[in-house]
């Protein structure tokens, strides 16, 4: 009865993690995503950057110099931006993850607690089983015993 409570405990607990477990790629996947945003962004800036300077090599007007700073600063403010989520996508991942290994273990304990169960019975079962046995051999032997008195 108890171990039949504890496996459907462990079937709900399961369950859970599978959740857990997939709320956890599902996080990392955004930080993955989020990772890669950045990076595409920094990429762009340096891009941008490179290309100012070659145009500004060939000469600039205040109006265009201004543009680009203005843009780069833009660029900036993205990037910032974008860390801010990235770090926090990163947050919600692991936190994510150390919730899907704290159930697993919780699962796992349950297992353990289910199969010590299981050998118990099966230890109480083999002693009652060796016992019957016993009682079986000696009253076999009384029997004989008696029996060759009787002749």
Known sequence: ????RLTLLIKVQKEREETLQAQFVRAQQAFVQAEQKYQGLADYRTEYIQQSLQQGSAGLGGRQYNQYVSFISKLDQALTQ???VVQQNRNAAEQR?????KMQTKRKALEI???????K?????????????????AQRFYQRTKQTEQF
């Open 97 to 101: 993850r150390q919730t899907w290994l």
């Open 82 to 84: 974008q860390g801010r």
């Open 1 to 4: 009865m108890a171990n039949e």
């Open 113 to 119: 607690l289910v199969e010590q169960a299981r050998q």
């Open 121 to 137: 019975e099966f230890q109480l079962a083999e002693k009652q089983q060796q016992k019957l046995a016993d009682e079986y051999a």
